[in-house]
């Protein structure tokens, strides 16, 4: 979990849009369309930031010292 919150933190550094797709996502539990709205984004740009997230996070926590 704290790997996950660093690399929430350090995203979001880089990213900022991306990170709050992923906290509203994955954490409030809403759904892609949802979260698109809530941050004023539509659906189709929604997803490939969430893809990134994702994958940029993946990255993060099992490779962290290559960072």
Do not use: C, N
């Amino acid at each position: 979990m704290l790997a996950l919150d660093e690399g929430l933190e350090e995203l979001a550094k880089h990213h900022p849009k991306a990170a709050q797709l992923v906290e509203l996502r994955f954490f409030a539990g809403l759904k892609q369309a949802e979260v698109a709205e809530q941050l004023g984004v539509s659906r189709s740009t929604a997803g490939p930031a969430l893809l990134l997230a994702r994958s940029w996070l993946y990255a993060r926590i099992r490779m962290p010292e290559e960072g």
